[in-house]
């Protein structure tokens, strides 16, 4: 439809049965939405003029949830996409060229017929951009021009991966405009991380790729990492009588690059030792029987991290096992056994260059005198500083978010839901 009728049916509510459905939401804040989106037309008739035929992408980020530094060793995740997006209003263009005007950053345009790595685009957008379509071109799908405004509402800085986002959101734009949705969710996410390894510079594993385009609650198998096993959960996370908390403690990120690279460094190091490349590949005995050396060559606490990877990779398989049981109890209580591994055995949960700051730590004892017994709590992501993750009864909303923002700052507390569907092009065919 032309930008005049999109924003006719915006305001009509022709959108906010799917709005209600793709955001977890009632129908203020599929109102909500839609003011959204009629935004992003109006920004978008600006650049690029009216009445051009266009139409709406979305792209979730995500959330981790069970494998908590599994994936780099090849083991297994739950991930989960959330209700905050990455959106855009995109016509197609028979130029050949990709415009992407992104709300708070300047416009990146990419010239297709160009589909090398440009060193000036390294850590920008435009190498995101020209990096899926130069995979796309590379395995034989069909790539071509479009314009497009976007708007995200994905938290920056809160391991909820925008970068993924962005990635899958350009990946199911080119999927839907050239190639009539034929491009699989997994090879959307597996175009988006060649991408960011290759053309943005940053060498990242699959799971944000993979839980922002497939959508839902997320089991992902790296035994293979060439050909991961990606099972989609079917679990109603909207009718479960919990929230999905992020709680933002803050503290300063810009010192950690070496506490990341450490952990990868020493697991590689243990399963070394037993002779084999990444943990998968060692059997727990022969670590157990191999401790004395690596104890000695490694250290205890490479030993530990080692000993919460082989616990974490059982449990990620056990949690998406008690969702697919509708068992949400037991989730719970392998959620809370996750969050004490990372604790006690993978230690990421504070520096020791900093030990003064420990906001992590702080947030997970609130949150255990909070939930003993009730909900769930562990950090989130990467770990060191930043966020933690809650599951918090419906009922204890309010009381949870007002504890945790007196502690922590108004604002930092996000409450949000598990999203049904990934990256997606916006339309009633959802639905069905």
Same mark, same amino acid.
């Given at each position: 439809?032309?930008t005049?009728k999109a924003?006719?049916? %915006?305001?009509?509510?022709?959108?906010?049965?799917?709005?209600?459905?793709?955001?977890?939401?009632? /129908?203020?804040?599929?109102?909500?939405?839609a003011?959204?989106?009629?935004?992003?037309?109006?920004?978008?008739?600006?650049?690029?003029?009216?009445?051009?035929?266009?139409e709406?992408?979305?792209?979730?980020?995500?959330?981790? $949830?069970?494998g908590?530094?599994?994936?780099?060793?090849?083991?297994? &995740?739950?991930?989960?996409? &959330?209700? %905050?997006?990455?959106?855009?209003?995109?016509?197609?263009?028979?130029?050949? !060229?990709?415009?992407?005007?992104?709300?708070? @950053?300047?416009?990146?345009?990419?010239?297709?017929?160009?589909?090398? $790595?440009?060193?000036?685009?390294?850590?920008?957008?435009?190498?995101? !951009?020209?990096g899926?379509?130069?995979?796309?071109?590379?395995?034989g799908?069909?790539i071509?021009?479009f314009d497009?405004?976007?708007?995200s509402?994905?938290?920056?800085?809160?391991?909820?991966?925008?970068?993924?986002?962005?990635?899958?959101?350009?990946?199911?734009?080119?999927?839907?405009?050239?190639?009539?949705?034929? *491009?699989?969710?997994?090879? *959307?996410?597996?175009?988006?991380?060649?991408?960011e390894?290759?053309?943005?510079?940053?060498?990242?594993?699959l799971?944000?790729?993979?839980?922002?385009?497939?959508?839902?609650?997320?089991?992902? #198998?790296?035994? /293979?990492?060439t050909?991961? $096993?990606?099972?989609?959960i079917? +679990?109603?996370?909207?009718?479960?009588?919990?929230?999905?908390?992020?709680? /933002?403690?803050?503290?300063?990120?810009?010192? %950690?690059?070496?506490?990341?690279?450490?952990?990868?460094?020493?697991?590689?190091?243990?399963?070394?030792?037993?002779?084999?490349?990444?943990?998968?590949? $060692?059997?727990?005995?022969?670590?157990?029987?191999?401790?004395?050396?690596?104890?000695?060559?490694?250290? #205890?606490?490479?030993?530990?991290?080692?000993?919460? @990877? @082989?616990?974490?990779n059982?449990?990620?398989?056990?949690?998406?096992?008690?969702?697919?049981?509708? /068992?949400?109890?037991? @989730?719970?209580?392998?959620?809370?056994?996750?969050?004490?591994?990372?604790?006690?055995?993978?230690?990421?949960?504070f520096?020791t260059?900093?030990?003064?700051?420990?906001g992590?730590?702080?947030? %997970?004892?609130?949150?255990?005198?909070?939930?003993?017994?009730?909900?769930?709590?562990?950090?989130?992501?990467?770990?060191?500083?930043?966020? *933690?993750?809650? +599951?918090?009864? !419906?009922?204890?909303?309010?009381?949870?978010?007002?504890?945790?923002?007196?502690?922590?700052?108004?604002?930092?507390?996000?409450?949000?839901?598990?999203?049904?569907?990934?990256g !997606?092009?916006?339309?009633?065919? *959802?639905?069905?």
């Amino acid at each position: 439809m032309n930008t005049a009728k999109a924003i006719q049916a %915006l305001q009509a509510g022709g959108y906010n049965k799917l709005f209600s459905y793709l955001y977890v939401t009632d /129908d203020a804040g599929a109102d909500k939405q839609a003011a959204r989106y009629e935004r992003a037309v109006t920004e978008f008739e600006a650049l690029y003029g009216k009445e051009k035929e266009v139409e709406f992408f979305s792209a979730p980020g995500r959330t981790e $949830v069970g494998g908590n530094h599994t994936d780099h060793q090849h083991g297994r &995740v739950l991930a989960g996409s &959330v209700n %905050l997006d990455v959106i855009a209003v995109c016509a197609k263009n028979d130029e050949g !060229i990709i415009r992407i005007k992104s709300e708070g @950053f300047a416009m990146d345009t990419v010239d297709l017929t160009d589909l090398t $790595v440009q060193q000036k685009e390294i850590n920008k957008a435009a190498a995101l !951009i020209r990096g899926i379509a130069a995979r796309l071109n590379s395995l034989g799908y069909k790539i071509g021009g479009f314009d497009a405004y976007t708007t995200s509402n994905v938290l920056k800085g809160s391991g909820l991966s925008s970068s993924a986002a962005f990635e899958v959101l350009v990946g199911t734009v080119l999927n839907h405009i050239y190639n009539s949705g034929a *491009i699989s969710a997994v090879e *959307i996410a597996q175009i988006g991380q060649y991408a960011e390894n290759f053309f943005f510079g940053k060498p990242c594993g699959l799971m944000d790729q993979t839980a922002s385009s497939v959508g839902g609650f997320v089991a992902i #198998d790296f035994k /293979d990492p060439t050909h991961p $096993v990606v099972e989609k959960i079917d +679990f109603d996370f909207a009718h479960s009588g919990y929230a999905l908390c992020i709680v /933002d403690t803050g503290g300063n990120h810009a010192d %950690l690059t070496g506490d990341y690279a450490d952990i990868p460094a020493e697991m590689k190091q243990v399963a070394a030792l037993c002779g084999k490349q990444v943990l998968r590949e $060692v059997d727990e005995k022969v670590f157990y029987e191999n401790l004395p050396k690596i104890r000695k060559e490694a250290g #205890d606490r490479a030993a530990l991290r080692a000993i919460h @990877f @082989f616990g974490d990779n059982e449990r990620a398989k056990e949690e998406a096992d008690a969702l697919k049981a509708g /068992d949400f109890e037991t @989730f719970k209580k392998i959620i809370i056994a996750s969050g004490q591994s990372s604790f006690n055995y993978l230690q990421n949960v504070f520096t020791t260059k900093n030990p003064s700051e420990q906001g992590i730590s702080l947030a %997970l004892a609130i949150s255990e005198k909070l939930l003993a017994g009730k909900g769930a709590w562990r950090v989130h992501g990467g770990g060191f500083a930043g966020t *933690i993750q809650a +599951f918090v009864p !419906i009922g204890m909303l309010d009381e949870y978010k007002a504890e945790m923002e007196k502690v922590f700052g108004a604002d930092t507390c996000h409450v949000l839901s598990i999203r049904p569907v990934g990256g !997606i092009k916006v339309e009633d065919s *959802i639905l069905r």
